[in-house]
């Protein structure tokens, strides 16, 4: 089977893509990253979900606490908004330069492994206006991939997998309850108990989930505190 990188979180859009790609037929190997995030119980989650689904090798990547500042998911100064309007900025969970630098050592892992693909679960459909999620960046990155690697060099082009982009929530979860995927595992929340993992119910990633669920009419499994 051809191996494949996944980055993965343990949350509802990491998790649909994990399964997307097993049923793909992928030998997959999903990367977790410990970045000093407040809602690091989702590493719990991607555990679960690793061993829930087989895969092939599940590494959990610790990155130095105080690399991402500036982000309400990391700064301990900064408060996770709740019952935000979804406006044009950028809002202050978005964590710097985050997917730049979870991509590069996906792809340094995939060159040392044979891959030649990536999945990654980002959407610019329902999602919070990260700039790293964008059609755009996917796109640049994989040009670049294929600029800077001995593999591409010699002819054997990585692809970048982003199955998510032009799904809403709902079209989200129909595709992973299509791929076995139990949402009851995963872990969205930016606010999660960090004991029971239960979700806050108003975040942004819990607004984007409750409402997936609902669009989608599937009864949502998620235990909210």
């Known amino acids: 089977m051809k191996k494949a990188i996944i980055l993965f979180s343990g949350g509802l859009d990491s998790t649909t893509v994990l399964a997307y790609a097993k049923k793909q037929g992928f030998d997959c190997y999903p990367i977790s990253f410990h970045y000093g995030q407040k809602h690091n119980i989702e590493l719990t989650a991607a555990k679960k979900i690793a061993d829930f689904f087989a895969v092939a090798q599940h590494k959990i990547i ?3 606490e ?3 500042g500036a982000s309400a998911l990391t700064d301990a100064s900064i408060a996770v908004p709740i019952d935000a309007a ?9 964590v710097p330069a985050r997917n730049t630098i979870f991509l590069s050592i996906a792809l340094g892992y995939a060159e040392a492994i044979g891959a030649h693909d990536i999945f990654i679960g980002v959407s610019s459909v329902d999602y919070s206006g990260y700039p ?7 796109q640049a990155f994989e040009h670049m ?10 002819g054997k082009k990585l692809t970048i997998h982003a199955p998510l982009q032009h799904l ?3 079209e989200t979860i129909k595709l992973g309850l ?16 960090p004991v029971s993992g239960a979700a806050c119910g108003r975040c942004d990633s ?19 505190a």
């Open 206 to 224: 819990c607004t984007y989930r409750k409402q997936g669920f609902k669009q989608a009419g599937v009864i949502d499994p998620t235990v909210y």
């Open 86 to 94: 979804h406006a044009a900025a950028i809002p202050a969970t978005y």
């Open 168 to 170: 809403n929530k709902a």
């Open 178 to 193: 299509a791929n076995d995927v139990n949402y009851a595992l995963t872990i969205s929340c930016y606010k999660a108990d």
């Open 62 to 64: 610790e990155l130095p």
């Open 66 to 68: 105080n690399m991402f």
């Open 132 to 138: 790293d999620c964008r059609p755009a960046f996917i």
């Open 145 to 154: 991939a294929n600029l800077a690697t001995k593999e591409a060099i010699a």
